[in-house]
């Protein structure tokens, strides 16, 4: 379908290297916005294709529309501006109903694909694609750990579906109620705004509650933490096996083994053993002064040796 839709995309099976499954995430994520690319100039050259041939038909005057070749897809190039027309003379169309009729399609489409293109790069509100590239290109692109990435996504989407949930609202105030007869068409346009930024809130939330549950690589976009849940899962068992194997040993008053391998009760250091030589030293020299002492004590009691004569 031209004007957009929901596409189901698959991604390349078996890798489990982080930086892989991110490259492949990132080209998946860019490829929606690209297709407006290809999408925008066949639109811009049925417009003006379509212009060019009916031109004729409209003879004195230099163009069946309000506006001339290029200038038309300018115009239509423009998402808020005023939208071009056909002319109308005597409640007749001058170029006719079919080819004006098709004419507003082609400019309507390009249009459409314009205002697709900006909203979903740069409005950053999941799972629009804008939201997608930000946290993948954090991700692949700065180095980003999933759990900081995951927590932008969600501020920045987050501010940007309440955003619009109250310009639906306000715009929806001063249109009118379309049930009441007021806003019509643009009334329902304003309501799937409101709708798109509520459920954008919605997933927002789910998102918070997968990474407080430390499960944020159960989310498709995310796939990338669970190498991180499984290193954390993998150290806390590494840690439960050395304090079962600790308490044992103690109990046996064996050797200490950790993770099944026997270890010395103290763990010997550079610094430690040069602690243990100089209180050794310490010790050998309080030991010899002591001794010293101890021969000076018994020396003056004794007194110099008699003499003793034949």
């Known amino acids: 379908w031209p004007f957009g839709g929901i596409c189901f995309s698959s991604r390349p099976q078996g890798s489990r290297s982080p930086v892989a499954i991110l490259r492949n995430e990132l080209w998946v994520v860019l490829a929606g916005p690209a297709t407006h690319f290809l999408m925008g100039p066949f639109w811009a050259l049925l417009l003006y294709g379509l212009g060019q041939s009916v031109a004729e038909r409209c003879s004195p005057n230099p163009s069946c529309t309000s506006c001339r070749g290029l200038e038309c897809i300018w115009a239509f190039l423009d998402p808020v501006g005023p939208?071009?027309?056909?002319?109308?003379?005597?409640?007749?169309?001058l170029m006719g109903q079919a080819a004006s009729l098709a004419w507003e399609l082609f400019g309507i489409g390009l249009r459409l694909n314009v205002a697709l293109f900006l909203f979903n790069v740069f409005?950053?509100?999941?799972?629009?694609?804008g939201s997608k590239i930000l946290a993948?290109?954090?991700?692949?692109?700065c180095g980003v750990s999933p759990r900081r990435a995951a927590l932008v996504l969600i501020v920045a989407s987050s501010l940007c579906a309440t955003l619009l949930v109250c310009y639906a609202m306000y715009s929806l105030r001063t249109a009118g109620n379309p049930l009441q007869g007021g806003g019509g068409g643009g009334s329902l346009m304003i309501g799937l705004m409101g709708w798109m930024g509520a459920m954008s809130l919605v997933e927002a939330y789910r998102l918070w509650e997968l990474r407080s549950q430390h499960q944020l690589h159960l989310h498709p976009l995310f796939e990338t933490a669970r190498s991180t849940t499984?290193?954390?899962?993998?150290k806390t068992q590494v840690a439960y096996a050395d304090q079962q194997a600790l308490v044992a040993s103690l109990a046996a008053g064996g050797p200490l083994l950790v993770a099944g391998r026997a270890k010395p009760r103290h763990r010997v250091t550079a610094r430690g053993a040069r602690a243990s030589r100089r209180r050794s030293?310490?010790?050998r020299s309080r030991r010899r002064e002591e001794l010293s002492e101890r021969t000076s004590c018994t020396a003056?009691?004794?007194?110099?040796?008699?003499?003793?004569?034949?």
């Open 83 to 93: 939208v071009p027309g056909p002319y109308v003379k005597d409640g007749m169309v």
């Open 123 to 129: 409005f950053p509100m999941y799972p629009a694609d």
């Open 136 to 141: 993948v290109g954090l991700m692949h692109c």
């Open 230 to 234: 499984q290193t954390w899962t993998t």
């Open 281 to 283: 030293r310490q010790g």
């Open 300 to 310: 003056s009691r004794s007194g110099p040796p008699s003499a003793t004569g034949h």
